[in-house]
Each structure stands twice: as structure tokens, then as C-alpha cells.
């Protein structure tokens, strides 16, 4: 992989420390510019004021013990977790808060969901796993304090739950017939709990502090609504005299919430936990984001982002910080794991009043943690320089296909080389995610495979000095062919199934994960034989348009030209027509129009989900459309039996495009769809 793979590796010297001098850490335990461990308690005047009938009111607290500017060194820990493993999650907490605290940091702030890692999907509704999410964060809070971390505020991600109606019924109107105890069985029933997609202040060995994410996320990849139940409460924690509200990812995406209750409430920071998955140019969003909401908010904004693969998302990282103002102060490389630390210089003074109590839709909280200040001297903020756009999708797939690996256990991966520009650019995919020496390609050369395509595999596997081997598949196809008679689009897929069961044979045979080669445009027109090319556990470039599978090759072997490297793609599997090689002669193009063509079209019609006025409108070819769009829309059977794969773009397939395989309706001309009514 172009890059450190150890992600903690790269970092600026104004932000971590070296490697030697963490293993002395966690030898000796030692943590440096700790503060008295004040135990928490309710700010001064700040008892919740209550309306006649129990409503909370707003009340106005005044800031004490502080006059002039206050200081507080934030550390972002933009970690890779896993889903499910509380223990381990944990212990990637401790092990990171120790580096920030040698680092002089006095607030940690981990990504949303740190604990159970993100996103869980249904085990959220499983009550025993939020239980253990439970238990985990108490046992966190006092495995900090036993490792002389207490006196470090450290805001964790993790699924809290509580009694009460859940989901599906927190929303129900009384009295209504949905309001009646519900005796649907198992995670059917709504009322098994309050699951809460939460964040937590541990300091001290307490949990001091607890904030429920306001704004759940329903779309694209995001099911949120089905398994949380929405917060209510804003929770303010001074650390040492910095008054500091929480939010949690999406809550920043809709203005008005949080951060424009946090702006009334008057805070002096924002900090906000994220589980936010990359796409493509997602980086160019967030930073005018956070800067509309650190004006909302009045106040600067810590934006952690996790970091990491999950199934087919994966996260970038990308953390950063600004002021109140909109400056950016300190921003985290992509897609590794990275310790970003930015000195505040506040002033209190600058938010005269502090409320709590009821506003708008919110209840503000407050919790004093310490209100002694510190003084240092401030450094500059480290702001990572940015990657172009294929580097950002080349590291975003690298990563994708790493932790899908190692997360999973697989010693290893094999798939099928032959030659083409497609195979060739999962086998350099493959070696920079996990190294050469557990990569394994094998080429199966059938009757109609030219030599220049197996010339093409045996360079591939040379540059790149992977594992790689030879089958012939000929033999194999004749004894098949010598018992059922098959002719046309059977005899070439019974090529390519033969090729899947071979090497599905040798995953099984030796655990290697088997990886799938198609591309996005073949995913989406189905140019792809279910139980051969299309087989696979994984499906590195799934979500990667042909076009892109050229440029991305271009891209890679610039990158290596330009260090002196070897070019890990040939240049002839550039070059050269695509072809299946089922058949003689045979060539992509006399099946589909031009990639580039095919492109244009799916990207409209499946990421932007226009119809068929609009793609016309937009200039696209009327034939080309109607027989792109029939190709799509038949194919999605085979879709729903694909590889998992990484999600690069704005829409990708599975589960961020969800249609029927049973489905009667096709796009077409208005005119023709008002006649048919008629």
C-alpha cells in the first residue's frame, strides 16, 4: 500500500509521540500533566429548574471561579474498532487515552459507537449485547482510573439501554390501539427496550455524563430509526472551566438541533463522536458543514471521525477541528488511524450566561467535572495535507479489503487472474492491503483465452511477486460438455462456473477468502454468470465503474513510477479491448455500449436515481437509455446473490440500493406512461 500500513505511523511530532516511548508508557503507566481528580457534581445554581407540572424551564447560571481565557488541549482518537468486540474496543480506549495523556491532553474524544464498534445492525436489538455495552463502558470507566487515566475526561461512543417503549413505539400517540402492551415475539416487539446510539463522559472511574444522539440517520446505508430510540437532553460537562456539549454525527447535518441548542444553552465547545462513511468527495462536505455549525453553535467544534472498514462501508477518519469563527485549527489524515491533538485558547467571557433547563426541544444538563485552569503553552494545529481523488479511492479500497480480511480472519486470498485489467487491479489492491506473500492468483485458460492473456496474468504476478499458479480448464469443460449438450451464453458460462468451483475449491482447500473481480458496470447490466465470475466472499472493486478501473490503473502505476517502483499493473492490460474471452473473438463491446457510455448512465440512473425523462434531458442517448436501464433492471436477481464489496460512491449496490427482484415497473417516456393510463 502506498503509505504506512501502520496508520498510527506518519504522524505529525506535534501530536504523538514516538513509538519507543509508548511501549515506556505502557511499561511504567506513567501519564504526565494529570489535573486533581475533582469528583462531578451539578454546576453552581445549576439544579434543573421545574415548571408547575414537572417540566424542566430554562434557568441562567453564571461561569465560576474562572476570569480571563481558558486553555484545554483536545486529542481526537480516530481508531479503527469491531463491531461486537467490547473487550477489545475497551482496550483500544485505555491504550489511546494513554497516549493522549502523555501527549498532555486533558479531554479524549473517541469516535461514535467506540464500544461496540459501528455500525452493529441488529445486534443493537439484541438486549444481552446492549447489556454488555452497558457493563463494558461501567468497567471502562474504572480501568481509566486504575491505569492513573481518572483524571482525563474521555468521551466514548457505545449503545446504552433502557427500560421503556422502544423504536417502533416510541412515537405512538396514547391512547392509541399501538399503545397497548405488545406480545409480538423476540426483536419483533417493540417494547423490549430503549436502545440509544449514546456517548459517555468517564472521568474520574465514573461515568459523570451521558448524551443520546438526537437525530437518527434513515437513508442510504443508514438505519438508525429502526433500532434507536431519539435523545432528548443536551449534556454540557465543564472540564476545567470549559464548558463542553455533546452531539453525535448526524446531529451536525441538520440545522436547528443540537448545535443550535448549544449555541442558546452558551457552551464554549462542541465536541462530536462520528461513524461517518466515506464516499466519494464526502471530505470536501464536512469541513463547510462543521463550520456552519461551529456558527450556530457559537463555539469551536471537535469533529472525531472513526476510521476503518465495516462489510462494505468503509470510514476515512478525516477528524478535524474549527473555531468559532469558521478557522480551521487541526485536521487527521484519511484511512489511517491517526492521534490528533489541538490547544484551545477560550474565553468565558465571551458567553456571559449559561441556561439549562428546557430550550426549544432540548433539555440542557450541565455537569462540572473540574473547574481549576490549566496553562501551557499552545502548539500549532497539525492539518494533514489532502489526497487526490484516486489516491483517496485507492487508500479507501486498500482499507476496505484489509479490514474485511484481518477482521474476518483470513490468513490469505485468492482469486482468478487472467490477464485483464480487472484481475489485474484486484491482484495490486490485494498486495498493498495485505502484502504479497498472502495473495494468491491463479490463472484458468479455457480454449478461447489468447496467449497474450495468460503473458498478461504471468507479468501481473511478477510485478507485484505474489503467489500464482496455472489450470487449464480445458479438459474439464470437455468432460462437462461431453454429458449435457450446451450451446450459446450456456456453453461460455459453464467456462466461467467451472473457474468458480475451481477456485472456490482451492478457498475451501486452504481458507483463503475468495475475492470476485467484477466491476461496478458489470454488477450493474449483470455482466456476470452467477456461480462463476460473480462468485466470491469479497468484491474488492464492486463499486468501481470501468472507467474508474482505468484510471485507478493509470493512478497506481504512476504513483510507483514516480518513487522509482516497479509499476505493479501491465500496461497491455490497459490497454488492450475488455473481453470475457468466453468465445471466439469475443469483445465487452459487442454486448454493451462504450464503458464510457454505460457509466454516464449508471451513474444517473442508479446514483442519482433519475428517470427516464430526466436522463434524457440530461443528453443521454434514447436507445442507449432504454437498453442500459432494461439490462439493470433485470439483473437485480443476480445482484442480491453478489459478494459484499466496498462502498465508494454516492449509491453503491446492496445495501444502499434496496429495490424488489419481483418487479413490474420500468422507466419510461412520460407520453408513454400517460397513453397506457389512458
Same mark, same amino acid.
Given at each position: 500500500?502506498?503509505?504506512?500500513?501502520?496508520?498510527?505511523?506518519?504522524? !505529525?511530532?506535534?501530536?504523538?509521540?514516538?513509538?519507543?516511548?509508548?511501549?515506556?508508557?505502557?511499561? =511504567?503507566?506513567r501519564?504526565?500533566?494529570?489535573? &486533581?481528580?475533582?469528583?462531578?457534581?451539578?454546576?453552581?445554581?445549576?439544579?434543573?429548574?421545574?415548571?408547575?407540572?414537572?417540566?424542566?424551564?430554562?434557568?441562567?447560571?453564571?461561569?465560576?471561579?474562572?476570569?480571563?481565557?481558558?486553555?484545554?488541549?483536545?486529542?481526537?482518537?480516530?481508531?479503527?474498532?469491531?463491531?461486537?468486540? +467490547?473487550?477489545?474496543?475497551?482496550? +483500544?480506549?485505555v491504550?489511546?487515552?494513554?497516549?493522549?495523556?502523555?501527549?498532555?491532553?486533558?479531554?479524549?474524544?473517541?469516535?461514535?459507537?467506540?464500544?461496540?464498534?459501528?455500525?452493529?445492525?441488529?445486534?443493537?436489538?439484541?438486549?444481552?449485547?446492549?447489556?454488555?455495552?452497558?457493563?463494558?463502558?461501567?468497567?471502562?470507566?474504572?480501568?481509566?482510573?486504575?491505569?492513573?487515566l481518572?483524571? *482525563?475526561?474521555?468521551?466514548?461512543?457505545?449503545? #446504552?439501554?433502557?427500560?421503556?417503549?422502544?423504536?417502533?413505539?416510541?412515537?405512538?400517540? &396514547?391512547?392509541?390501539? $399501538?399503545?397497548?402492551? =405488545?406480545?409480538?415475539?423476540?426483536?419483533?416487539?417493540?417494547?423490549?427496550?430503549?436502545?440509544?446510539?449514546? #456517548?459517555?463522559?468517564?472521568?474520574?472511574?465514573?461515568?459523570?455524563?451521558?448524551?443520546?444522539?438526537?437525530? @437518527?440517520?434513515?437513508?442510504?446505508?443508514?438505519?438508525?430509526?429502526?433500532?434507536f430510540?431519539?435523545?432528548?437532553?443536551?449534556?454540557?460537562?465543564?472540564?476545567?472551566?470549559?464548558?463542553?456539549?455533546?452531539?453525535?454525527?448526524?446531529?451536525?447535518?441538520?440545522e436547528?438541533?443540537?448545535?443550535?441548542?448549544?449555541?442558546?444553552?452558551? *457552551?464554549?465547545?462542541?465536541?462530536?463522536?462520528?461513524?461517518?462513511?466515506?464516499?466519494?468527495?464526502k471530505?470536501?462536505?464536512?469541513?463547510?458543514?462543521?463550520?456552519?455549525?461551529?456558527?450556530?453553535?457559537?463555539a469551536?467544534?471537535?469533529?472525531c471521525?472513526?476510521?476503518g472498514?465495516?462489510?462494505?462501508?468503509?470510514?476515512?477518519?478525516?477528524?478535524?477541528?474549527?473555531?468559532? =469563527?469558521?478557522? @480551521?485549527?487541526?485536521? #487527521?489524515?484519511?484511512?489511517?488511524?491517526?492521534l490528533?491533538?489541538?490547544? @484551545?485558547?477560550l474565553?468565558?467571557?465571551?458567553?456571559?450566561?449559561?441556561?439549562?433547563?428546557?430550550?426549544?426541544?432540548?433539555? *440542557?444538563?450541565?455537569?462540572?467535572?473540574?473547574?481549576?485552569?490549566?496553562?501551557?503553552?499552545?502548539?500549532?494545529?497539525?492539518?494533514?495535507?489532502?489526497?487526490?481523488?484516486?489516491?483517496?479511492?485507492?487508500?479507501?479500497?486498500?482499507?476496505?479489503?484489509?479490514?474485511? /480480511?484481518?477482521?474476518?480472519?483470513?490468513?490469505?486470498?485468492?482469486?482468478?487472474?487472467?490477464?485483464?485489467?480487472?484481475?489485474?487491479?484486484?491482484?495490486?489492491?490485494?498486495?498493498?492491503?495485505?502484502?504479497?506473500?498472502?495473495?494468491?492468483a491463479?490463472?484458468?485458460?479455457?480454449?478461447?483465452?489468447?496467449?497474450?492473456? +495468460?503473458?498478461?496474468? $504471468?507479468d501481473?504476478?511478477?510485478?507485484?511477486?505474489?503467489?500464482?499458479?496455472?489450470?487449464? /480448464?480445458?479438459?474439464?469443460v470437455?468432460?462437462?460438455?461431453?454429458?449435457v449438450?450446451?450451446?450459446?451464453?450456456?456453453?461460455?458460462?459453464?467456462?466461467?462456473?467451472?473457474?468458480?468451483?475451481?477456485?472456490?475449491?482451492?478457498?475451501?482447500?486452504?481458507?483463503?477468502?475468495?475475492?470476485?473481480?467484477?466491476?461496478k458496470? $458489470?454488477?450493474?447490466?449483470?455482466?456476470?454468470?452467477?456461480?462463476?465470475?460473480?462468485?466470491?466472499?469479497?468484491?474488492? /472493486?464492486?463499486?468501481?465503474?470501468?472507467?474508474?478501473?482505468?484510471?485507478? !490503473?493509470?493512478?497506481?502505476?504512476?504513483?510507483?513510477?514516480?518513487?522509482?517502483?516497479t509499476e505493479?499493473?501491465?500496461?497491455?492490460?490497459?490497454?488492450?479491448?475488455?473481453?470475457?474471452?468466453?468465445?471466439?473473438?469475443?469483445?465487452?463491446?459487442?454486448? +454493451?455500449?462504450?464503458?464510457?457510455?454505460?457509466?454516464s448512465?449508471?451513474?444517473?440512473?442508479?446514483?442519482r436515481?433519475?428517470g427516464?425523462?430526466?436522463?434524457l434531458?440530461?443528453?443521454?442517448?434514447?436507445?442507449?437509455?432504454?437498453?442500459?436501464?432494461?439490462?439493470?433492471?433485470?439483473?437485480?436477481?443476480?445482484?442480491?446473490?453478489?459478494a459484499?464489496g466496498?462502498? /465508494?460512491?454516492?449509491?453503491?449496490?446492496?445495501?444502499?440500493?434496496?429495490? &424488489?427482484?419481483?418487479?413490474?415497473?420500468?422507466?419510461?417516456?412520460?407520453?408513454?406512461?400517460?397513453?397506457?393510463?389512458?
Amino acid at each position: 500500500m502506498p503509505g504506512p500500513r501502520d496508520g498510527r505511523a506518519g504522524r !505529525s511530532s506535534a501530536a504523538v509521540v514516538t513509538e519507543a516511548a509508548r511501549a515506556t508508557r505502557r511499561r =511504567d503507566r506513567r501519564v504526565g500533566n494529570r489535573t &486533581p481528580v475533582i469528583a462531578a457534581r451539578p454546576v453552581a445554581g445549576g439544579q434543573r429548574g421545574r415548571a408547575p407540572g414537572g417540566r424542566a424551564r430554562a434557568t441562567a447560571t453564571r461561569l465560576c471561579g474562572v476570569n480571563g481565557p481558558v486553555q484545554l488541549r483536545v486529542a481526537m482518537a480516530q481508531v479503527d474498532t469491531r463491531v461486537g468486540d +467490547l473487550a477489545g474496543n475497551a482496550a +483500544l480506549v485505555v491504550e489511546w487515552t494513554q497516549e493522549a495523556a502523555a501527549d498532555g491532553a486533558h479531554l479524549v474524544v473517541f469516535p461514535e459507537m467506540t464500544l461496540t464498534g459501528y455500525p452493529a445492525e441488529d445486534l443493537v436489538l439484541r438486549e444481552s449485547f446492549a447489556r454488555a455495552s452497558e457493563q463494558a463502558l461501567t468497567d471502562l470507566a474504572g480501568t481509566l482510573e486504575r491505569e492513573g487515566l481518572g483524571g *482525563v475526561a474521555v468521551v466514548v461512543g457505545y449503545l #446504552a439501554h433502557t427500560e421503556g417503549p422502544g423504536p417502533a413505539a416510541v412515537d405512538t400517540p &396514547p391512547g392509541s390501539d $399501538e399503545s397497548v402492551d =405488545d406480545e409480538r415475539p423476540g426483536d419483533a416487539n417493540p417494547r423490549r427496550g430503549q436502545p440509544r446510539n449514546a #456517548a459517555a463522559v468517564l472521568h474520574a472511574g465514573r461515568v459523570v455524563g451521558r448524551y443520546a444522539k438526537r437525530h @437518527l440517520p434513515n437513508y442510504g446505508v443508514f438505519d438508525e430509526a429502526r433500532y434507536f430510540v431519539p435523545g432528548s437532553e443536551l449534556q454540557v460537562v465543564r472540564v476545567h472551566g470549559v464548558d463542553v456539549a455533546l452531539t453525535i454525527c448526524e446531529d451536525l447535518w441538520v440545522e436547528g438541533g443540537p448545535c443550535g441548542v448549544a449555541g442558546q444553552a452558551g *457552551v464554549d465547545l462542541v465536541v462530536s463522536p462520528n461513524a461517518s462513511p466515506y464516499e466519494r468527495a464526502k471530505d470536501d462536505l464536512r469541513l463547510p458543514l462543521v463550520r456552519r455549525r461551529a456558527a450556530e453553535a457559537n463555539a469551536p467544534i471537535v469533529y472525531c471521525n472513526q476510521v476503518g472498514g465495516q462489510d462494505e462501508l468503509v470510514f476515512d477518519g478525516d477528524s478535524l477541528a474549527v473555531s468559532a =469563527d469558521g478557522e @480551521l485549527l487541526a485536521r #487527521a489524515p484519511q484511512f489511517v488511524e491517526h492521534l490528533l491533538c489541538v490547544d @484551545l485558547t477560550l474565553d468565558p467571557a465571551r458567553v456571559p450566561q449559561r441556561r439549562e433547563g428546557r430550550i426549544g426541544p432540548m433539555t *440542557v444538563t450541565r455537569t462540572v467535572l473540574s473547574e481549576e485552569p490549566v496553562a501551557f503553552q499552545p502548539r500549532p494545529g497539525h492539518v494533514a495535507d489532502p489526497l487526490s481523488d484516486c489516491e483517496e479511492v485507492w487508500r479507501a479500497l486498500v482499507l476496505g479489503l484489509r479490514d474485511f /480480511i484481518d477482521k474476518n480472519g483470513f490468513p490469505s486470498v485468492v482469486f482468478g487472474l487472467s490477464g485483464g485489467i480487472d484481475s489485474a487491479l484486484v491482484a495490486a489492491l490485494s498486495v498493498d492491503a495485505v502484502g504479497a506473500d498472502r495473495v494468491h492468483a491463479v490463472a484458468l485458460p479455457s480454449r478461447w483465452s489468447s496467449d497474450h492473456s +495468460l503473458a498478461d496474468a $504471468e507479468d501481473s504476478a511478477r510485478r507485484l511477486g505474489l503467489h500464482f499458479s496455472t489450470v487449464p /480448464i480445458a479438459p474439464m469443460v470437455d468432460a462437462f460438455e461431453s454429458q449435457v449438450e450446451l450451446s450459446g451464453t450456456a456453453a461460455e458460462n459453464l467456462q466461467a462456473r467451472i473457474r468458480g468451483t475451481l477456485l472456490m475449491g482451492l478457498s475451501n482447500q486452504h481458507g483463503h477468502l475468495l475475492l470476485a473481480t467484477s466491476n461496478k458496470s $458489470e454488477v450493474a447490466v449483470g455482466y456476470s454468470t452467477l456461480y462463476g465470475d460473480a462468485a466470491g466472499g469479497f468484491a474488492p /472493486i464492486k463499486d468501481v465503474p470501468k472507467t474508474l478501473v482505468w484510471e485507478l !490503473s493509470r493512478w497506481r502505476n504512476a504513483y510507483a513510477r514516480d518513487r522509482g517502483e516497479t509499476e505493479p499493473i501491465p500496461q497491455n492490460s490497459i490497454d488492450k479491448p475488455p473481453s470475457a474471452e468466453l468465445a471466439p473473438g469475443q469483445k465487452d463491446s459487442d454486448s +454493451l455500449p462504450s464503458y464510457e457510455e454505460l457509466d454516464s448512465v449508471i451513474a444517473d440512473y442508479v446514483d442519482r436515481d433519475l428517470g427516464m425523462a430526466e436522463l434524457l434531458e440530461r443528453g443521454h442517448d434514447p436507445e442507449v437509455v432504454a437498453r442500459v436501464l432494461r439490462l439493470v433492471d433485470v439483473a437485480e436477481f443476480k445482484r442480491r446473490q453478489s459478494a459484499p464489496g466496498t462502498k /465508494i460512491s454516492l449509491k453503491a449496490f446492496g445495501r444502499d440500493r434496496r429495490l &424488489p427482484i419481483t418487479n413490474r415497473w420500468r422507466e419510461s417516456l412520460p407520453s408513454v406512461r400517460e397513453g397506457a393510463q389512458a
